[in-house]
């Protein structure tokens, strides 16, 4: 077999005893809730079928509970008539590509479960748990054990190759091992000897029940982030056990859902957590899984190269890109759509309830509808504005086989990115712009940067796709054209200094974002483990219990005073998403920003910036204010074109700035440019 010229780690084969994988690229498991979807094994099989066509080696499933109070809602396989619409999957990934295995997640949530009847070893609620869980009794201990067992029989039956048992986050296994929410005293409690019976039982009559030819994969809390978590001789002493009852692959985790540092968000540097399956790794002597934030081949084969991991597990970067892996191999990386760590699409998503998808790609879990055919009838569009919605069309309607002009009044592409990813802890937005770059060209689009264009310069187009964004809002003060007032435009390109006492109007999410860029001071955490590990007060080298157990967070600060305000009397940040918003508000918290809301704002001099806090007068003795105070809609274009009768569509910020992110902007220019 010839080698990779330059991913040869990446594209070797790995003997995983049981049997032989074709690379090392492994589609992580994600719930997309498709598994409770109308028809979803059906979309699941294009969904999983569509990566295994394009080269990944190895998939896991989203989480399937092994009975009803492991999950509440939604699919489980316990029973043998559910094994037929699993088959679909399986059929599916094994016709797109023999060699691809596929195992299926089994995912028993414990105290996470959304049902009243849900179950852990102790009475101990999750901070992020809707139930109190019920306590197990010995009995009900060897029922979970045992639908552990039926449930990978029936994997077995529905045509996986393996299953992966999780063992990590927060979920049933992990609730067993750690004191925190074991407080047993009986065989399952209280030695971790005891605290690690259920999961090394669960694996043995797994192994028993499935026979030799199956892969099981077990997910490990490598370091759960917990104050007084596992300890990494506890580790250590876990993985063994469950290697010597016969795991074939070990997949390491970082963090309970519930702890205090972002893991995969995307101020997390890339594959910053590999070093901790590096050690492990050297004590287990079994193929190692491991990932967070691997987003691109480099990083994957770098991890590798460097003893970090066996496979390199990838989950969100394959809902960006279906495609990541035959790119990779074919060396057409400037294509890859990069997952850019956002979790607008996906882990928001999952944990509002929604379907999942991607903010960089709308297709994904959306295959069997949302599809870019070739064009019957090519048509010589407009676009204007090459934002993330005209670019998104731009590229859609190009590769269709349109002809597509794009015009841009500044001298780049990339619109509001262009400020979003100055921001520290954004710089992977960088990526959505080379792609965007790259897909321009390839498809043919004929790029005008420079190019304000008006309604008379657009005529002789069959179509016309108004993308012009927005315009940030400026409300009406009393001195708001004061020299102290800066607009966020100009505070984020650094166009007007920033003094030292700063307030910034505005509490959306450019208002945090402008907080976190003139407080924050030295390199970004992104872009240094270091940096990150000493923000986040974690130890990966000394491994204290969980990674953080006695070690302080430390942030450097820019030494600026800074108050970002709102007129809403909420707690600030509650538009942020639902995953990340708190790593914003604890990155300020660290940084000494004031919060304030309730604020009405009344005059702008000299002295700086006159308000009423919740009634009472209050000064803002300030140098600078910066606005981010909201964006307006910049549809006069749109609205010349309809009064000269021209056709015209309209995308993105232009059609509607309130809520707009996007997420929205991408998906509505996607969906218009799959059907022009
Ligand atoms: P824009 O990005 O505003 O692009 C419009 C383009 O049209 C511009 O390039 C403009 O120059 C051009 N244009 C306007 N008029 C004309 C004309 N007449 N002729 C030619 N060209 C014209 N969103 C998220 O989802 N997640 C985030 O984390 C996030 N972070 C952000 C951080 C910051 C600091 C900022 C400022 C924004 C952030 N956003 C984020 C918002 C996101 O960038 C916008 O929702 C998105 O850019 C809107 O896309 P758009 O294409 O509609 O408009
Ligand atoms: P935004 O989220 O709507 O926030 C606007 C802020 O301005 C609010 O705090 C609002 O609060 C205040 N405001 C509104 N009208 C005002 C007025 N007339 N005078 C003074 N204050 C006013 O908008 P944004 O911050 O401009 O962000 C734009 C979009 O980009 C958002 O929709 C967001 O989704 C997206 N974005 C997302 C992220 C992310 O991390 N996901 C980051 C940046 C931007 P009060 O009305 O209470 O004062
Ligand atoms: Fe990645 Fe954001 Fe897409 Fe999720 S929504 S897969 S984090 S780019």
New binding site residues.
Partial sequence: MSVHPRYPLLFSPLDIGVTKLKNRALMGSMHTGLEEAENGFAKQAAFFAERARNGVGMIITGGIPPNFEGGGRGSKLSEPHEVAEHRLVTDAVHAADPDVKICMQILHMGPLARTSECVAPSPVKSRIGAYMPNALTAEGIEKQIRDFANCAVLAKEAGYDGVEIIGSAGYLISTFLVEKTNRRTDEWGGSFENRMRFPIEIVRRVRKAVGPDFIIVFRISAMDMLQGGLAWEEVVALGKAIVAEGVNVVSTHFCWHEALVPTIATMVPRAAFTQVTGRLRKELGVPMITSNRINMPQVAEDVLARGDGDIVSMARPMLADSELVKKSFEGREDEINTCIACN?ACLDHTFNGKLVSCLVNPRACHETELNYLPTNLPKNIAVVGAGPAGLAFSITAAERGHKVTLFEANDDIGGQFNLARKIPGKEEFDETIRYFRRKIALHGVDLRLNTRVDADALSGFDEVIVATGIEP?T?DIPGIDHPKVVGYMDAILGRKPIGKRVAI???????F?VAELVSHAGVSAALDVDVFAREWGIDFRNHPRGGVTGVEPHVETSGREITLM???SDALGK???RTTGWTHRLSLQRRDVQMVGGVD?LKIDDEGLHTRVNGEPRLFDVDTIIV????TSMRKLYDDLQARGVKAAIVGGAYEAA???AKRAIDQACRLAAVV
């Fill in positions: 607008q809002r409300p109007m505005g509490a959306g999410g450019i208002g974002d709102q007129r809403k538009t942020l998403g704002y981010c105070a909201g964006q809520e707009l992110d």
